[in-house]
């Protein structure tokens, strides 16, 4: 039995078809483990915008000797202020800058759990606190926790209230 070859190159309909049934099956099994790693990237990110946040107000606190302090506005926004007057309030002289996380975390928000106001002092310490950070739906939620010695420290919780 002799099998004859033919000199055309290339791809069957079928070969085409059937390659093709494949990717799509392999995407459609693959999306949503995508949109769960993007949703976790989104909540690491707001985590540690927050955090490189308060380390930077930390570092301000020191270098200009002063109390700086976070008001928290909203549940994606926040305000970095001097405290002039180191009554904890924010008043309308004594913002440096308020920052909105939703454009480029649009799924995460937050909540101080313990007042809306975070403060350091000159000397590198600060007020007690903790920031709860809530992703999409199906992920677990962060906590950033603020002590008196002016560390913050990041933990996954599996809630927070």
Partial sequence: ????????RG???????????ILA????????????YLAQ?????????????????RMQAVTENRWIAMNIGSNHQFTIFRDVNKNGVLDSVEAVSVKDIHPTY????????????LTFYPDGTASTGKI??????GLKPNRLSLNSSGRVRTE??????
């Fill in 1 to 8: 039995m002799i099998i004859e070859r033919s000199n055309s």
């Fill in 132 to 137: 709860c950070i809530h992703g999409a739906p």
């Fill in 41 to 57: 990237r989104r909540l690491n990110g707001a985590v540690r915008e927050l955090q490189n946040s308060l380390m930077a107000m």
């Fill in 11 to 21: 791809f069957s309909l079928v070969e085409l078809l059937i390659a093709i049934a």
């Fill in 25 to 36: 099956i392999l995407g459609a099994i693959s999306i949503p483990t995508f949109r769960h």
């Fill in 106 to 117: 649009y799924d995460v928000t937050f909540t101080s759990t313990t007042g809306a106001v």
């Fill in 156 to 161: 996954e919780t599996a809630s927070c209230p």
